[in-house]
């Protein structure tokens, strides 16, 4: 039986990669594994953004194709085309749904765009406030929104590209 001293056993079991460490296959279970923690929905009807593209989003495992409304407990088409198409009859069904939304989230595409300020205003007057965003952080917003029992909606328009470190 062979017997090693404390700095031999240090050597093998506990030696820590340096920028000259060539990582073996033990190496790699050791220090390439992550773990993730994903938010527990309290209830199932409740809505969560998982993944967006170019072509649409996925939202409670389902795939939602082109611009969508997201509310408490469903998913809707939105025709829209572009920020450019978002007028006070677009928007009307936020303010005609009972419970009332506190926060409408805008996600416009791949940068914040412009939207009327008459079609902002006809909004707020019925007293839903207006988050307006890029698709990529309105979708962030959303999920914090309703992890926190906001009543809120989405508006999103996939944006047209995607950077390069996304795709």
Known sequence: MKHFNLRQVEFFFCRQPSRGHKLTPMDDEMYQKTTI????????????????SSNGFLINGDRVIGPCAVIPRAVLQWNVGSYKDITEDSLALFHLLEPKIEILVLGLGHKVERVDPQVLRFIRRKGIAVEIQDTANACATFNFLTS??????AALIPPSYLPKELV
Request: charged share 35%; proline share 5%; hydrophobic share 35%.
């Open 148 to 153: 926190d029992r906001r009543m809120a909606a």
């Open 37 to 52: 923690t994903l938010l527990e929905r309290d209830s199932p009807e409740t809505m969560f953004i998982e993944n967006y």
